[in-house]
């Protein structure tokens, strides 16, 4: 490949093991697995080696509504909506930690940066942060009217990203554990929330067939997709996921009602490509790997299909250090 250019994604596998619709995604920073979770109860661990074979983690009472590695990759978290949140080892027995998170469907499970710090959300309306160490709970953030049904921490670990059912997006400061800025830019249910890797862009999807970029230093909406995912035959709008990627976060993936994936051109500010894997119903999840050279997908049809983005070959190798971030146009 010359550079600059750009090749196609190319399908690298595709893997089958649930029994239902696939909600969740997680790549191990160090590429030798990728997690998924699933309406079907459980969690399945693909190992990259085509020698071994998967792992499936069995346990939750409810719907898997979202899994994450630890930041060394010695801890997967997942959240369901039988309230808990489990913590597996990423190994054949699995499991070494179970608590109940929330008094509802926790919706969102993340690792902080440095790894000391767990997040979780929920339909209680509540983000709630704990401590790795002994699972100890810290505090919670109260604030939005409905369920939250996606949150993040920032790169820096000093900001929480939420989305709500009751259409707003908030920003909090985890340290002094206030909400900061109420973002109203939505007209449905939002269903995710990422922040840039530059940690200055956040963006968002929602029911509303969005896509929203916002500067959070000015707070001003700077990119806007429309009709991103529709699917006029069933009456179905809605965009579920996104996730970003490239080597500087110049790429934005999504999921949505019409069966497709699609790659989002942030520089430029256009859709393009289109992914046609999937074979029915909607997509619900992505995931970029941390170098950004792979991404995963996943939805209704019960396959995890595994993706080579082909986008650039400068990739860091050393989790993202001193990397000059792209940021989106302002004017884009």
């Given at each position: 490949m010359e550079h600059g250019t750009l090749k196609d994604p190319e399908l690298e596998r595709s893997f089958f093991g649930h029994k239902d619709n696939i909600t969740c995604l997680s790549f191990k920073p160090s590429m030798t697995q990728l997690a998924s979770g699933s309406m079907d109860h459980t969690v399945m661990l693909w190992n990259f080696p085509t020698h071994l074979r998967a792992y499936r983690y069995i346990g939750h009472s409810g719907p898997v509504t979202c899994v994450d590695f630890s930041p060394s990759g010695r801890l997967l978290a997942s959240s369901s909506k039988d309230c808990t949140v489990r913590l597996w080892t990423p190994k054949v027995k699995g499991e070494v930690a179970l608590f109940k998170a929330h008094s509802s469907a926790v919706r969102a499970v993340q690792f902080s940066r440095d790894g000391k710090s767990l997040l979780t959300a929920s339909d209680d309306k509540s983000i709630k942060t704990w401590s790795t160490n002994?699972?100890?709970?810290?505090?919670?953030?109260?604030?939005?009217?409905?369920?939250?049904?996606?949150?993040?921490?920032?790169?820096?670990?000093?900001?929480?990203?939420?989305?709500?059912?009751?259409?707003?997006?908030?920003?909090w400061d985890e340290?002094?554990?206030?909400?900061?800025?109420?973002?109203?830019?939505?007209?449905?249910?939002?269903?995710?929330?990422?922040?840039?890797?530059?940690?200055?862009?956040?963006?968002?999807?929602?029911?509303?067939?969005?896509?929203?970029?916002?500067?959070?230093?000015?707070?001003?909406?700077?990119?806007?997709y429309e009709n991103a995912h529709s699917n006029p035959t069933k009456g179905l709008d809605g965009v579920t996921s996104i996730s970003f990627g490239g080597c500087n976060g110049e790429y934005l993936l999504s999921s949505?009602?019409?069966?497709?994936?699609?790659?989002?051109?942030?520089?430029?500010?256009?859709?393009?490509?289109?992914?046609?894997?999937?074979k029915r119903g909607p997509t619900l999840a992505t995931a970029f790997s941390r170098n950004g050279k792979f991404f995963a997908t996943s939805g209704c049809d019960e396959h995890v299909l595994l993706w080579k983005s082909n986008f650039k070959e400068e990739y860091d190798n050393e989790n993202n250090k001193?990397?000059?971030?792209?940021?989106?146009?302002?004017?884009?």
């Open positions: 002994g699972m100890k709970f810290q505090h919670s953030l109260l604030g939005h009217l409905s369920w939250v049904k996606t949150a993040c921490f920032s790169p820096s670990s000093k900001l929480i990203l939420s989305g709500s059912d009751d259409k707003t997006i908030k920003l340290h002094n554990k206030i909400c900061i800025k109420t973002f109203w830019d939505h007209k449905d249910s939002v269903n995710c929330v990422k922040f840039h890797p530059s940690g200055s862009i956040i963006a968002s999807c929602s029911n509303d067939n969005t896509i929203k970029l916002i500067d959070i230093r000015v707070n001003k909406l700077i990119q806007l949505g009602a019409d069966s497709l994936i699609k790659v989002w051109d942030l520089k430029e500010g256009h859709l393009l490509y289109t992914l046609y894997g999937h001193n990397l000059n971030y792209y940021e989106p146009n302002l004017n884009g």
